[in-house]
């Protein structure tokens, strides 16, 4: 069995996030909206890559790159800066990661990436 995720908002809005994450807080998408004093608590889009079960879904098609990228990433399509302040780039470490575990990724931007799969 496989499972996935497929909104048409953030994948780390509350409503989808419901999948893969526990937030005290719908907003706590990427650090950046965090408050200080919960340093202990991860961000949605850090779950959704690194603990179970976002990290084995087999499909998550929807937006919200910004919530995965830092912020001195400037995103050339919709010419804006990543907004994690941690510095983490989590779609590299994604990436990474599925190699390390032998698994098949690809990460698109594109309807014409979603095309060629």
């Known amino acids: ?12 809005h ?3 996030a419901a999948l ?3 937030s005290p807080h719908r907003d706590w998408e ?4 965090m408050p200080k ?6 961000d949605l889009a850090r779950q959704l ?18 919530q995965f990228k ?6 050339s399509v919709a010419n804006k800066t990543g907004a ?12 990474k990661e599925k190699k390390n575990r032998n698994a098949r990724a690809k990460y698109i931007t594109t309807a014409a990436e979603l095309a060629a799969l």
């Open 14 to 16: 509350a409503t989808p």
């Open 37 to 42: 004093n919960a340093s202990r608590c991860k």
């Open 30 to 33: 990427s650090d950046s909206k």
């Open 49 to 66: 890559v690194e603990d179970l079960p976002g990290r084995d879904l087999r499909v998550i098609l929807g937006g919200g790159r910004r």
């Open 1 to 12: 069995k496989a499972t996935g995720l497929v909104t048409t908002t953030r994948v780390t």
């Open 70 to 75: 830092p912020v001195t990433h400037m995103d």
């Open 84 to 95: 994690r302040m941690d510095g983490l780039d989590l779609i590299d470490y994604w990436l």
């Open 20 to 22: 893969y994450g526990h």
